[in-house]
């Protein structure tokens, strides 16, 4: 039952709101001045409470608790043994399980990991030394007169110390102390007996708060994040781990293309932290490390570009987009820097393609002729697909997708992608006609200075009016020039689209940006709905009603969030990359 209670305490606390230190007294003990000077990762909270209230008082919680599948999900009997597990945690503590829980961790929860002794900690500061001494009486101490492995607690300067495994767990004064390590938990106790020598009058001692990694991480934290993680890179670095993260090499193309440049930065930098702000509205999470342009080798100078200002392209815009990723990566040079990249054998497959695609490309170098044609601004959009218009419309109902770049030489690029593409084309119709596919059909239309060579399946005589159609037919093969702009699109319906839309003058101003928009991605789902439902009755076994049940669940789900965002910014000395979540607060109406 020790364990059940503590866990309730860390799991609750785990989920909790984690404003700034504004108000520590100057005169307080952090947990920081605890903690050796070995730790390798910390984390903090440091006020749980106000993030249980931000969750739990949310007009969306409310919303999915009056959910028939919550109602069912709280009816099993895992659940059932929680709530009773929760029933004697407030008949012990005296109170309802909230407000002890507030009192409880008033003055913050605290973890750490210490690199010295391989053992984890976990520190709970109370409202004041009667509420935690009250916890130990109530629960600890019950929990040693139920006797087993806990029945005698040991003696350490005074203090009742409860076993736990190959740890404990101890109360002084307003701290809970539990650890998984004898060794750390005595260092962690030794310091708080010993507050005075440990506190501000000894600034020498040898504590996390001294280390000097941690004091530079700890002037970047943001003002306004209510939650902040601390990791120290240099000590993972000499202890030998994350080698793969540490070794130099991506371990393939795509990888490397995505975080080749944060890769070499965490090579370099002496630590990485983390800022959590949340908020009725979303929340959001950055991870920030240091920064230097000389940790980033002229292998992968393609990555962050000239001086280190490359930016992503602002997307031009067209309805129903779902998501769009907009990077800033120099293709040619990472493909013809391979060689200082990649292992020997993803580099022979690299020169194999290399070959091919020369071949292709009517014998002209495929790294720094057609890759190099390109400016290093490139995007990905991806929009919900129509079969308004449509004869033919497939059982499955993929979303459209195109690339976005920009033509160095439009004059001279624009008639060699032309006929690459009307190659491509008479490629696939071979192979399609080898595996019993439909052919497509090409077709060149120019609207003004847009030019446009569609490609579209011509179905079979049982498929022309067909409702269920062969997923292929989500697919429309397309390109289009206007102007530097070049489109490759999986419809002629987006192509056009593209190339038609007028030019975003908006500046990112990141390196990397990706977003979603989840009424969108609702109703592509929506336009599969039946699908789903069908799926989920062979893949479960359920009946209809079940099916209906759990896929509606999924639709409220994507129904709550409004949209999600992840951005990499590089920003004097700062590399940082965020995550954003966005909470639809009108979902519950």
């Not at 860390?10 to 230190?21: K, Q």
């Not at 990723?325 to 054998?345: C, H, K, P, V």
């Amino acid at each position: 039952m020790l364990r059940v209670s503590l866990c309730l305490i860390a799991v609750l606390a785990a989920t909790s709101y984690w404003p700034s230190e504004a108000g520590l007294r100057a005169d307080e003990l952090h947990a920081s001045q605890l903690l050796p000077d070995t730790t390798v990762g910390y984390l903090e909270l440091t006020s749980p409470g106000t993030l249980i209230a931000t969750v739990l008082d949310h007009p969306l919680n409310q919303h999915i608790q009056s959910l028939d599948v919550f109602s069912k999900a709280t009816s099993t009997p895992g659940y059932r043994n929680f709530l009773t597990g929760r029933k004697f945690f407030e008949i012990q503590i005296g109170s309802d399980w909230r407000p002890a829980i507030e009192a409880l961790t008033e003055g913050g929860v605290y973890a750490g990991f210490d690199a010295a002794t391989q053992g984890a900690i976990l520190l709970v500061r109370g409202r004041d030394a009667e509420t935690m001494e009250n916890f130990r009486v109530k629960i600890l101490e019950l929990t040693r007169l139920k006797g087993g492995e806990f029945a005698e607690p040991d003696d350490y300067r005074g203090q009742s110390i409860y076993r736990i495994e190959k740890g404990g767990a101890g109360v002084v004064r307003e701290w809970l102390v539990l650890t998984n390590n004898g060794e750390l938990g005595k260092s962690v106790l030794d310091r708080l007996l010993d507050e005075a020598e440990v506190g501000n009058a000894n600034e020498k001692a040898s504590t996390l708060a001294n280390n000097a990694d941690f004091q530079l991480a700890r002037m970047t934290r943001r003002a306004d994040s209510e939650a902040w993680a601390f990791g120290n890179l240099n000590a993972v670095r000499d202890a030998g781990g994350a080698k793969k993260l540490f070794d130099g090499q991506a371990e393939n193309p795509l990888v490397e293309l995505l975080f080749g440049g944060i890769q070499s930065t965490l090579q370099q930098a002496p630590f990485v932290t983390a800022d959590l702000d949340v908020e009725p509205s979303g929340l959001a999470l950055s991870f920030t490390s240091p920064w230097k342009a000389e940790w980033i080798p002229e292998e992968r100078s393609y990555f962050f570009g000239p001086e280190n200002s490359g930016t992503a392209p602002a997307l031009p815009k067209v309805p129903e987009t779902l998501l769009t990723f907009g990077t800033y990566r120099n293709i040619s040079e990472m493909w013809l820097r391979a060689g200082d990249l990649f292992d020997q054998r993803t580099n022979d497959q690299l020169a194999e393609a290399d070959s091919n695609l020369s071949t292709i490309f009517a014998g002209r170098d495929f790294g720094e002729e057609i890759l190099g044609s390109f400016e290093p601004q490139m995007g990905i959009i991806v929009t919900r697909q129509s079969f308004d218009d449509a004869t033919t419309i497939p059982a499955i109902k993929l979303p459209a997708f195109a690339f976005v770049m920009k033509l160095r030489d439009p004059e001279t690029m624009r008639a060699e992608l032309r006929r690459t593409f009307q190659s491509a084309i008479g490629f696939f119709n071979i192979v399609g006609a080898q595996n019993g596919n439909p052919q497509l059909e090409m077709d060149m239309e120019k609207i003004g200075e847009i030019d446009l060579i569609v490609s579209r399946y011509l179905p079979a005589k049982k498929d022309r009016d067909s409702k269920s159609a062969p997923f292929i037919f989500n697919f429309s093969p397309s390109v289009g020039f206007s102007g530097d702009r070049f489109v490759l699109a999986s419809t002629a319906v987006l192509a056009k689209q593209l190339a038609e839309a007028p030019a975003n003058q908006e500046d990112t101003g990141v390196n990397t940006e990706l977003t979603l928009d989840a009424a969108v991605a609702g109703e592509a789902l929506s336009d599969n709905r039946e699908q789903l439902i069908s799926q989920n009755m062979l893949e479960e076994g359920h009946s209809r009603e079940e099916a209906e049940a759990a896929i509606g669940l999924l639709f409220e789900i994507v129904r709550c969030f409004k949209g999600a965002g992840l951005s990499l910014d590089r920003e004097g000395e700062q590399l940082a990359l965020t995550f954003r979540l966005d909470v639809n607060e009108q979902a519950a109406k």
